[in-house]
């Protein structure tokens, strides 16, 4: 799985053709314990670029349990 991040702070994730029939399959991807680390520290180091590249309202808005996410 890749991170494409675009200067205005939105991204895409990309599936190699091996995950999604690993997701179609399976329903799901398991990482292991090192993986898991590597997907942390790289979702930590994105967190960061994308609160830079965020505009003002975007980057001050806050998420609660029950906020209604609307997806494109």
């Known amino acids: 799985m890749k991170f494409k991040q675009y200067e205005n702070g939105s991204c895409d994730i990309e599936f190699s053709k091996e995950e999604i029939e690993i997701l179609n399959e399976k329903g ?5 314990d090192e993986n898991l680390r590597h997907f942390g520290n790289n979702l930590v180091k994105m967190v960061m670029d994308w609160q830079l590249k965020f505009k003002e309202d975007i980057a001050n808005k806050r998420t609660f349990t029950d906020t209604k996410i609307k997806t494109e």
Do not use: C, I, Q, V
């Open 28 to 32: 799901k991807l398991h990482l292991s």
